[in-house]
């Protein structure tokens, strides 16, 4: 057994085809074959089971296959140790990032981090909560950046800053007239969503405390993972979104009389910078934290109202 067939063996697992993963690691398919055959040969067991469309791993392959992850991330965490002793910041980072925080918080430290290290491959995914911690758990990311608190496990959660809660109201809804909501106001029949999976979803629904049996009801319903495209719905129908602070930044003068705050008390989000318990690349995310929090104004690096909870 060696470090390349732990790899090969990582790979065909991930894409769950011999072709595609020998194309991945840039061999042949039937070196990847042979490889992956002459482990089975030396442990005495089956991997994979070849009859199942695609590929899946046997009850063994699986325990395997997890003690596999666990050695391949303590040889990259050598790498890690020798960069570290080198204080060498150069190298990729993966970054899985969930949608409602990405189009807010990448532009405002991304040219500002290239700066500095000029030598570091950032590459941002942006990609919902679960999957985030799946690939975590898969080191196929390095850090994760998403709202907290979640359900996660072996896990490590760094809160790096805080999002009040708005409203956007369309200009037809009587809500306009109003300059702040009460949270008992909002009702989820007149509310656009994000579409379900996403934390953000929840977190208004948790806001709201009306309209439940109404949800989902509407004979015209938009799914998106994009806030940006509910506001413009907005723009164009009766009907209200809630955005996080952040989004305030991208609304013309003209429309911000559309924003409304709560008057009866402040929800807001934390947004956390989460790794692996394995903690691989440490220098270089926490510079990336580092660069991150001070892209944020300071009045939002503590809570300033009430957390709402990511789960129904």
């Known amino acids: 057994m060696n470090l390349q067939q732990i790899e090969y ?6 894409y769950r085809s011999f072709s595609l993963a020998a194309e991945k690691m840039y061999i042949t398919q039937p070196a990847l074959t042979i490889q992956i055959k002459n482990l089975e040969n030396e442990l005495g067991v089956e991997i ?12 063994i392959g699986k325990e395997l296959i997890e003690q596999a992850r666990e050695l391949f991330h303590q040889t990259e965490k050598l790498k890690d140790i020798v960069r570290e002793f080198k204080a060498d910041l150069s190298g990729e980072l993966k970054i899985g990032i969930i949608p409602t925080v990405a189009p807010y918080i990448v532009p405002r430290f991304v040219n500002s981090f290239r700066h500095k290290y000029p030598n570091v491959h950032l590459i941002f995914s942006e990609i919902i909560s679960d999957d985030i911690l799946l690939q975590l758990k898969e080191g196929t990311l390095d850090a994760g950046i998403l709202v907290t608190p979640f359900p996660m496990k072996d896990t ?12 956007y109201v369309s200009r037809d809804h009587p809500f306009i007239k109003k300059r702040k909501i009460k949270t008992t106001e909002l009702d989820l029949h007149d509310l656009w969503l994000l579409e379900e999976g996403n934390c953000f979803r929840n977190q208004i629904i948790n806001i709201c405390t009306k309209g439940l049996d109404h949800l989902g009801s509407e004979k ?12 413009k719905i907005v723009d164009s129908s009766r009907g209200i979104t809630v955005i ?8 013309g003068p003209d429309k911000k009389d559309m924003v409304k705050s709560f008057s009866d008390y402040q929800p807001i989000r934390e947004v956390s910078l989460v790794i692996g318990r394995t903690y691989l690349k440490r220098t270089l995310i926490d510079k990336l934290r580092e660069e991150i929090i001070n892209s944020v104004p300071k009045k939002m690096l503590k809570p300033d109202g009430e957390l709402v909870d990511t789960v129904i």
Do not use: G
């Not at 063996?9 to 991930?14: C, D, E, G, T, V």
């Not at 070849?50 to 791993?57: A, L």
């Not at 015209?220 to 506001?231: A, K, P, R």
């Open 156 to 167: 490590i959660v760094f809160p790096m800053y805080y999002e009040k809660f708005y409203t």
């Open 220 to 231: 015209f319903q938009y799914e998106s993972l994009s806030i940006d495209s509910l506001m």
């Open 244 to 251: 996080p602070e952040f989004a305030k930044e991208f609304i």
């Open 48 to 59: 994979f089971d070849r009859n199942k469309k695609p590929i899946i791993p046997t009850e």
């Open 9 to 14: 063996l990582l790979a065909l697992n991930k």
